[in-house]
């Protein structure tokens, strides 16, 4: 395959840097006015594509991926998370799956940081104030939050996102606790003063923060179940910047109404870019949009990755970031 030739179709804006590069390198279609592809755009952007770069926005799906009429099909996802594509169908039919893991580590950690101080010292309650006009200056029993230092924090998923956030609680005095699909080598354990816990229903009780930073499965689909999330101690606080599937939303924002969870910092939602009535009107929450990765360093050298995943493609080579469709729990 010659790469001036090969047909690549991106669904959203990337950085101008690397739109510029896919049009030197390939021949690439844009979205420029950057809105989200309905399944029948994504069905013959597919029916086009040699190459389709899609995001978390798209639902590839089996009907979307039956529409490949090249004899070679690639999908370079712009992002880390795969769960919005269909794995298995892609790879019983010889469709390659690639994505760009590990520059996003870094800056998902920073926001996980970002929450898990912001909720319980209610920062954005505290400047909501100050922009109202309405503060009416210190006093001794205004606008207290929790202190964090010394406190269990419980990371769920300890792969390099969860090791990135337990370096940096380390550093504001928590108590490092993680469950995970395996347990991490000793070393590991050791550098990051980590507790591992087997059983997840034992450890939730025994913890003042969660951090969820595990991957979106079958198997982690509202993992954190009513019944789950009851078992936390009322004191506690939730943090979810990896996919909001992995919250029971609707229970999530019950038990913040019911003081049954003293607050929770939340990244992304269940039925994006929906958010539930519920979860707005919930106390004691911060919420935004999807913004964990939004850096232009993180940006930049995802689509850098998307770019090298398609140039060893087309040379005939194994993507250095391909995906197979076995499922990765926690």
Same mark, same amino acid.
């Given at each position: 395959?010659?790469?001036?030739?090969?047909?690549?179709?991106v669904?959203?804006?990337?950085?101008?840097?690397?739109?510029?590069?896919?049009?030197?390198?390939?021949?690439?279609?844009?979205?420029?006015?950057?809105?989200?592809?309905?399944?029948?755009?994504?069905?013959e952007?597919?029916?086009?594509?040699?190459?389709?770069?899609?995001?978390?926005?798209?639902?590839?799906?089996? *009907?979307?991926?039956?529409?490949?009429?090249?004899?070679?099909?690639?999908?370079?996802?712009?992002?880390?998370?795969?769960?919005?594509?269909?794995?298995?169908?892609?790879?019983?039919?010889?469709?390659?799956?690639?994505?760009?893991?590990?520059? /996003?580590?870094?800056?998902?950690?920073?926001?996980?940081?970002? /929450?898990?101080?912001?909720?319980p010292?209610?920062?954005?309650?505290g400047?909501? /104030?100050?922009?109202?006009?309405?503060?009416?200056?210190? %006093?001794?029993?205004?606008?207290?939050?929790?202190?964090?230092?010394?406190?269990?924090?419980?990371?769920?998923?300890?792969?390099?996102?969860?090791?990135?956030?337990?370096?940096?609680?380390?550093?504001?005095?928590?108590?490092?606790?993680y469950?995970?699909?395996?347990?991490?080598?000793?070393?590991?354990?050791?550098? /990051?003063?980590?507790?591992?816990?087997?059983?997840?229903?034992?450890?939730?009780?025994?913890m003042?923060?969660i951090s969820?930073?595990c991957? %979106?499965?079958?198997?982690?689909?509202?993992?954190?179940?009513?019944?789950?999330?009851?078992?936390f101690?009322a004191?506690?606080?939730?943090?979810?910047?990896?996919?909001?599937?992995?919250?029971?939303?609707?229970?999530?924002?019950?038990?913040? *109404?019911?003081?049954?969870?003293?607050?929770?910092?939340?990244?992304?939602f269940?039925?994006?870019?929906?958010?539930?009535?519920?979860?707005?009107?919930?106390?004691?929450?911060?919420?935004?949009?999807?913004?964990?990765?939004?850096?232009?360093?993180a940006?930049?050298?995802m689509?850098?990755?998307?770019?090298?995943?398609?140039?060893?493609?087309?040379?005939?080579?194994?993507?250095?970031?391909?995906?197979?469709?076995?499922?990765?729990?926690?």
């Amino acid at each position: 395959m010659i790469a001036n030739k090969t047909r690549v179709i991106v669904t959203r804006r990337l950085p101008e840097i690397v739109e510029t590069r896919m049009m030197e390198l390939f021949d690439t279609k844009l979205n420029p006015n950057d809105h989200p592809f309905s399944e029948n755009e994504l069905i013959e952007a597919v029916k086009e594509a040699d190459i389709l770069v899609p995001t978390v926005t798209d639902k590839i799906n089996k *009907k979307v991926l039956s529409s490949f009429q090249r004899e070679v099909g690639l999908i370079a996802n712009f992002g880390a998370g795969v769960d919005h594509i269909d794995l298995d169908f892609a790879e019983k039919n010889n469709l390659v799956v690639t994505n760009t893991p590990g520059v /996003l580590t870094e800056d998902t950690a920073d926001m996980v940081m970002a /929450l898990l101080l912001s909720v319980p010292r209610k920062l954005i309650e505290g400047e909501r /104030l100050i922009r109202s006009g309405e503060w009416r200056g210190w %006093s001794p029993t205004h606008m207290m939050g929790s202190r964090i230092w010394d406190k269990r924090l419980g990371i769920i998923g300890m792969g390099r996102i969860g090791q990135a956030v337990a370096r940096r609680a380390r550093g504001f005095g928590l108590k490092i606790h993680y469950h995970n699909r395996n347990r991490l080598p000793e070393e590991i354990e050791k550098s /990051l003063k980590a507790t591992f816990w087997e059983d997840l229903d034992q450890m939730l009780p025994k913890m003042d923060i969660i951090s969820v930073n595990c991957p %979106s499965t079958p198997d982690t689909y509202h993992l954190l179940s009513y019944e789950r999330l009851s078992n936390f101690q009322a004191h506690a606080y939730i943090v979810n910047t990896s996919r909001g599937q992995v919250i029971d939303e609707d229970a999530l924002a019950m038990l913040l *109404k019911n003081g049954k969870i003293a607050g929770a910092g939340l990244d992304v939602f269940e039925r994006e870019p929906a958010v539930s009535q519920s979860l707005l009107t919930a106390p004691n929450t911060v919420l935004l949009p999807h913004m964990g990765s939004s850096t232009f360093e993180a940006r930049k050298e995802m689509g850098e990755k998307v770019i090298i995943n398609i140039q060893t493609f087309i040379d005939g080579h194994k993507p250095p970031d391909r995906v197979l469709s076995t499922i990765l729990g926690i």
